[in-house]
């Protein structure tokens, strides 16, 4: 499972909700966590490994070695948020890049889990900032879309060095 790297037209396609919870469904979820750990990260969207749910998983860790944070969400809602604050993020389809990105400090989120079984999340501080990266990767939504404008500028060459390598490889 390959993780896309910018600007991979896939990345801005978002996901469709989730209706079948099968062992497909679980295989996925357990692939995605595999590439997440094998990339470095501390989360993963299905749709920026080329696949069109309302799927994400994640663990606060980042160690495949202390897997007690995992968990996999299917079709996640925010329902109840507060606070604001500023946070460094990169991400896995941005190899590099990080910035500081506004992110609500507290968060309650409805999901479904890989029975289908409706779930709420309550989260805060750094897990309320990877379920926010993740959600927003299901609505093609991507972290540059939420820089400041100093932070885009500062940014633009690396950006520009991964749509070159993109282009390259097309």
Not at 32 to 57: R, S
Not at 117 to 143: C, M, N, P, Y
Request: glycine letters at 8%.
């Amino acid at each position: 499972m390959e993780v896309l790297v910018y600007p991979d037209p896939v990345l801005r396609r978002g996901g469709k909700t989730v209706t079948v919870f099968d062992p497909e469904l679980r295989a996925t979820a357990a692939r995605m966590m595999e590439a997440m750990y094998a990339e470095g990260g501390v989360g993963l969207a299905a749709p920026q490994v080329g696949i069109e749910w309302k799927l994400l998983v994640l663990n606060p860790s980042g160690s495949a070695d202390e897997r007690s944070g995992e968990r996999v969400l299917c079709n996640p809602k925010i329902t109840r948020k507060k606070g604001r604050e500023f946070g460094e993020e990169g991400c896995l389809s941005f190899p590099g890049i990080h910035a500081e990105v506004e992110r609500w400090v507290d968060i309650t989120v409805t999901y479904h889990d890989l029975d289908g079984k409706e779930q709420t999340l309550q989260a805060s501080d750094w897990l309320a900032r990877i379920v926010q990266h993740e959600l927003d990767h299901l609505e093609g939504v991507l972290f540059t879309d939420r820089l400041t404008a100093a932070d885009k500028l500062r940014v633009k060459s690396q950006l520009a060095e991964l749509e070159d390598r993109f282009r390259a490889r097309a």
